[in-house]
T-cell receptor, first 116, second 113 residues
Framework: AQSVTQLDSQVPVFEEAPVELRCNYS??????LFWYVQYPNQGLQLLLK??????LVKGINGFEAEFNKSQTSFHLRKPSVHISDTAEYFCAVSRDSGGSNYKLTFGKGTLLTVNP | SQTIHQWPATLVQPVGSPLSLECTVEGTSNPNLYWYRQAAGRGLQLLFY??????ISSEVPQNLSASRPQDRQFILSSKKLLLSDSGFYLC????????????FGAGTRLSVL
């Protein structure tokens, strides 16, 4: 079974500062990796995904993440955050089962708060 | 394009009352469907998933049940709500491809009083 650890439950930053939200996973097989964002009282929206290929993945809203297989990490970064980036961010992993993928394993989330 | 509808958006129910939350998906066929619960500070908990009509898998024992009466309809139910059933309920769908990407509905905030 796989697991996901988001190392920080809360990350406060000032507007226009860079930010990194950390995610580590464990799995005995190949995985696919995702970051989702959740604004207050809304559902989750896919930010970006790593399925294969380049380990640097770019997503919406200026976010990017880098897959590091040796360190089993998939950290999310943005060079300059805005007030509107305030939200909860979830890292998720699914297993490469060679067939239809049924389940994602989610981390517990990181609350990013951007202050003026 | 595909869309997912979930209703109601908010619900306040007394303890011991029944529950029915509905989720429908448009623009795709034979999706995998999921119900999650999100309690404050506890991340997402997968409650049920379904890979086809009438096929329901339960992840955790609880006071809830799920049904899939039609290909793109997923219903979460309870006969008698408990205080502990309060939370934010999310429905999601997946095509089962693309690494298992899931797409989420807007959620239902359930308060059991």
């Amino acid at each position: 079974a796989q697991s996901v650890t988001q190392l920080d439950s809360q990350v406060p930053v000032f507007e226009e500062a860079p930010v990194e939200l950390r995610c580590n996973y464990s799995s005995s097989v190949s995985v696919y990796l995702f970051w989702y964002v959740q604004y207050p009282n809304q559902g989750l929206q896919l930010l970006l995904k790593y399925l294969s290929g380049s380990t640097l993945v770019k997503g919406i809203n200026g976010f990017e993440a880098e897959f590091n297989k040796s360190q089993t990490s998939f950290h999310l970064r943005k060079p300059s955050v805005h007030i509107s980036d305030t939200a909860e961010y979830f890292c998720a992993v699914s297993r490469d089962s060679g067939g239809s993928n049924y389940k994602l394993t989610f981390g517990k989330g990181t609350l990013l708060t951007v202050n003026p | 394009s595909q869309t997912i509808h979930q209703w109601p958006a908010t619900l306040v129910q007394p303890v011991g009352s029944p529950l029915s939350l509905e989720c429908t998906v448009e623009g795709t066929s034979n999706p995998n469907l999921y119900w999650y619960r999100q309690a404050a500070g506890r991340g997402l908990q997968l409650l049920f998933y379904s890979v086809g009509i009438g096929q329901i898998s339960s992840e955790v024992p609880q006071n809830l049940s799920a049904s899939r009466p039609q290909d793109r309809q997923f219903i979460l139910s309870s006969k008698k709500l408990l205080l502990s059933d309060s939370g934010f309920y999310l429905c999601a769908w997946s095509a089962g491809t693309g690494g298992g990407i899931q797409y989420f509905g807007a959620g239902t905030r359930l308060s059991v009083l």
